[in-house]
């Protein structure tokens, strides 16, 4: 394993060298060229274990550093300076903790690094008038939001953010830090003893080996060195998600380059400028802004954006007007701090922060902005909200209201009939908590769940004609929405006496999953209702169920239920039939509902684990015959 890292460190040592810009001579970048070459140096004297050399090469790369850094960087530098900074820090730490120089080894390499300093670098530091004695100055701080969090998205997303691969979630931090069943993954304080340096470095991981460079595994290793420490806001909110700002720094504030995050600072301006033009098939100039893989694409004058390169990226000049018509056209032009942003971002990579490139830009930027707010915050959305939605179907009739921990309850009931459904509903989720294995101490909804209460089927159907422009289906006592940004629970309790526990768990389990994402209708009636049966398994409901579930004659194929928009009495058997059938081995389910929680997409959660996608498994399902009576 020692050897192992002795190779890691030479690796890192050398890094991947990128070549210099060409520059006029007098220019104080045309150092950055020769201190890329002493690192290679140290790299090469590294593999040879000539360590006393390696040093000297570095300590030669970091005298020409202190020079570059001595004069005035311009600011189209800094990025490329402050990544020499990094290299060079990163190779002096692990060079020196894997061959520590001592004795004759020691003055020898000082002798070294004096002679090869003054000579390479004395010729160099002419070049730069303003160039006066200086220390390096300090590389930036390593973060795990801005610096480790993008590397795991880009090359560990597929397998343990998007999935949970091996038993290993990266999908928050908590889960990163959690590890998997054979324990932490990450030692804070030593890379070395970190199984998810070593899988990396062995080449066994990302699969196929050689995705994470050098420069990332580098990253990780000195974040893990340095306490592996959090420095976001909340540690059980995705991956990507940004921490709280304190503020951006513009170029005046030590010529650093703006943080920008493309769904938190750029998404909404083209959201609520670009899409009256560049949205659907006919989108002008052949450019769609509705989602980010079309942003990426470009349109019939080319790519829109290019990586690395603001100043010749088509969509800044076409935003600064300084190629064909400005944009956005008839209107007013962007503030020039969101241009800045946008070649900000683009400079540095113009890397996508969220889970699907193909989502809708709407969309993600809806989700973006929800998982950037409190639990108490998006309470006091939804609570506006709810009221809002009430006076929409209801606009002559005051709603009874009660808050509980983890519900907004509107209704026209009784004051004392909501207070009872209130009760049930928090006694439910615990009941849920329980089977599902969540977390007890956390809501079981961020921003809680409305729940409507209705005191007749008539006025659930219209609450539903109103509000989702649809017909309520006949003998239907509830669903769960998620649309948009909208999240509710209907229940309507006229004939529910001793049955109103497992309504109320139905309802309540399935707004539970409709929160969790694009968990489609049919999947979460179904699943609300085995939940309810699975913690009321004695309520006279079960009974009616089972009833229904008799009734019912096979659907023509899988499609017929899994494309069901209109969940009727039949569907809602049939999708409690077949989901029923998954929970059969209840950890599965289980896993399946904490993959959804980590925001997974449906079809991806479902084949990751029970290795096929919904249409498939209803496929299987009916081969069982499962209405065979």
Known sequence: ?????????????????????????????????????????????????????????????????????????????????????????????????????????????????????????????????????????????????????????????????????????????????????????????????????EVVFSGRMPPGGGQISADELAVIS?????????????????????????????????????????????????????????????????????????????????????????????LVKRLRGLNGDRMPKDKPALPSETIERFESWIASGAKFDGPDETMSLKKAVEKSELAQMSHAELTTKRTARADAIWSQAFPNTSAAQLQTANFILRG??????????????????????????????????????????????????????????????????GHALAKEADLYSCLVVSSAGDELPALVAEQVAAGFLCALGDVPPWFATGAGRTIAARVEPKNAMLKKWEAEIQKLSAPANAEALTSATMIDTDTAARSYLFVRSLTKKLPQFQSLVGALGQGQDFDQSLASVYRHDASELVELWLRSKPFGR
């Open 1 to 197: 394993m020692r050897t192992a890292f002795a190779i890691l460190a030479l690796v890192m040592a050398g890094w991947l060298l990128r070549p210099g810009t060409t520059r006029a001579a007098d220019d104080p970048g045309d150092l950055i060229p020769s201190i890329e070459q002493s690192l290679g140096s140290a790299g090469k004297f590294y593999r040879e274990k000539n360590y006393e050399d390696a040093a000297a090469a570095l300590a030669e790369a970091k005298s020409m550093l202190e020079t570059l850094q001595a004069g005035n960087v311009p600011d189209a530098l800094r990025p490329q300076v402050e990544k020499l900074e990094k290299r060079l820090v990163s190779a002096e730490r692990l060079v020196a903790k894997l061959k520590p120089s001592s004795g004759k080894a020691a003055a020898a390499t000082k002798k070294k690094v004096s002679a090869a300093s003054t000579s390479r670098s004395a010729a160099k530091a002419k070049k730069s008038a303003k160039a006066k004695p200086t220390s390096v100055a300090a590389p930036p701080a390593l973060g795990f939001t801005a610096d480790v969090a993008p590397i795991l998205i880009a090359h560990c997303g597929n397998c343990h953010i998007r999935n949970v691969r091996g038993n290993l979630s990266m999908a928050t931090f908590a889960n990163l830090a959690k590890g998997n069943h054979n324990g932490p993954v990450i030692t804070a304080g030593a890379s070395q003893a970190s199984p998810l340096v």
């Open 222 to 314: 000195l974040w893990i060195d340095a306490g592996a420490r959090f420095d976001g806001g909340d540690p059980t909110a995705p991956l990507g998600t940004p921490a709280p700002m304190k503020g951006r720094e513009g170029p005046a504030a030590g010529n650093r380059p703006l943080s920008v995050q493309f769904l938190r600072d750029l998404a909404p301006a083209l959201v609520t400028n670009c899409l009256d033009c560049h949205t659907g098939e006919k989108a002008a100039g052949e450019l769609r802004l509705d989602t980010f893989a079309a942003l990426a694409s470009g349109g019939a004058s080319g790519r829109a954006i290019q990586p690395g390169n603001a100043r010749d990226s088509l």
């Open 412 to 477: 026209n009931v009784s004051a004392s009939r909501l207070e009872t459904v209130a009760k049930l509903a928090e006694a439910e989720r615990t009941k849920i908590v329980k089977l599902l294995k969540l977390a007890d101490d956390a809501p079981l909804v961020k921003g809680s769940l409305p729940v409507f209460v209705f005191k007749q089927s008539a006025d659930y159907g219209e609450f539903v004609r109103v509000v989702e422009s649809r017909e309520a289906p006949a003998d239907t006592l």
